[in-house]
């Protein structure tokens, strides 16, 4: 004998909740006020508590129902974003998408791929901006961000990660010549290092040191606003820096740059894409995240 769809219930369940009324979600859902209730009742067994304070005036939600109504709400949402992104997979998109990125990332690895992956779609309007400082989304109207590093806990925002990428401290040849390469933590302190500002790209650099992973401050001799600067800072011989491997790698095969303190910088760094918590997912971005992902499978993000 088959079962009871166990969504149906908790799908009732939510529109109850969100409108704050049986009777209203009976409406919406065009079946009868008793079925509402019936069908609540049945889930309130079989989760073993209760969902909502009711009496003739006031029905509100119990402090386990408020909990169970965010992680069922989420993953309702989840599923209307996905139905949305196949609904879409075969259609031609349209409107307007704005991606910020970091400086350098952004121009020199992801810039190519959003071009490749916005030729099918030419109704689709990009606003691409660039910035190596930490934004926020839900003010700046982002639809969707990539960013480096550990992300801030946040329930207004989802991310996808992307790629994991190796950090590099490399430094000109022209820089260590005249001041001589750093072999251990100790000797970074003596050096000149280029670093990222306050609202931009770090001030530290994560390092193992034996087994651990930490966190250390080298001396801010120069202080740079983006990574692309960074990295010609560098090439210049201003001094030290430690940057995602994307950003050097042409340089180090050429030479301009040269790795030093190579095992101790084997810390690696994540790379997420995130966008703003939304009940439906835009399609665009659903798109552009799921690209972005094929990508990153495939090293060209690497």
């Known amino acids: 004998m088959i079962g009871h769809d166990p969504l149906s219930g908790v799908s009732i369940f939510v529109s109850a909740a969100r409108l704050g009324s049986f009777t209203q979600a009976a409406e ?6 008793s079925a509402v209730g019936k069908s609540i009742a049945r889930l309130e067994e079989r989760l073993g508590f209760k969902l909502f304070h009711r009496t ?10 408020e909990a169970y109504l965010a992680a069922c709400a989420a993953a309702m949402d989840e599923i209307t974003a996905a139905q949305a992104a196949l609904s879409s997979s075969n259609r031609v998109l349209s409107g307007r998408l704005h991606i910020n990125m970091p400086v350098a990332f952004g121009r020199r690895v992801l810039l190519p791929i959003l071009i490749e992956i916005s030729r099918p779609h030419p109704g689709l309007s990009l606003t691409l901006t660039f910035t190596d400082a930490t934004s926020d989304l839900l003010q700046e109207d982002v639809d969707l961000a990539v960013r480096f590093g ?7 925002l989802i991310a996808r990660h992307l790629v994991t ?3 590099v401290i490399c430094a000109a040849p022209s ?3 005249g001041h001589g390469e750093p072999m251990t933590l100790e000797d970074i302190r003596s050096h000149r290092c280029i670093v990222g500002s306050p609202k931009g790209p770090p001030l530290t650099w994560q390092v193992r040191d034996g087994e651990l992973e930490k966190r250390i401050t080298p001396p801010s001799t120069h202080q740079v606003g983006d990574g692309e600067a ?3 800072a560098a090439i210049g011989g201003l001094g030290i820096c430690q940057v995602p491997i994307s950003l050097v790698r042409d340089h180090l095969e050429r030479g301009t740059l040269q790795r030093v303190l190579k095992d101790l910088s084997t810390v690696s760094v994540d790379i997420h894409a995130v966008w703003p918590r939304q009940a439906q997912l835009s399609p665009r971005v659903r798109y552009v995240v799921d690209q972005l992902v094929a990508a990153a499978a495939t090293g060209r993000l690497s």
């Open 28 to 33: 919406r859902l065009g079946i009868t006020k």
């Open 56 to 65: 003739t005036r006031l029905m509100r939600l119990t402090g386990d129902g």
């Open 150 to 156: 550990a992300l801030k806990d946040s329930g207004n």
């Open 165 to 167: 990428q190796e950090r």
């Open 175 to 177: 820089y260590l010549q």
């Open 230 to 232: 960074m990295v010609d």
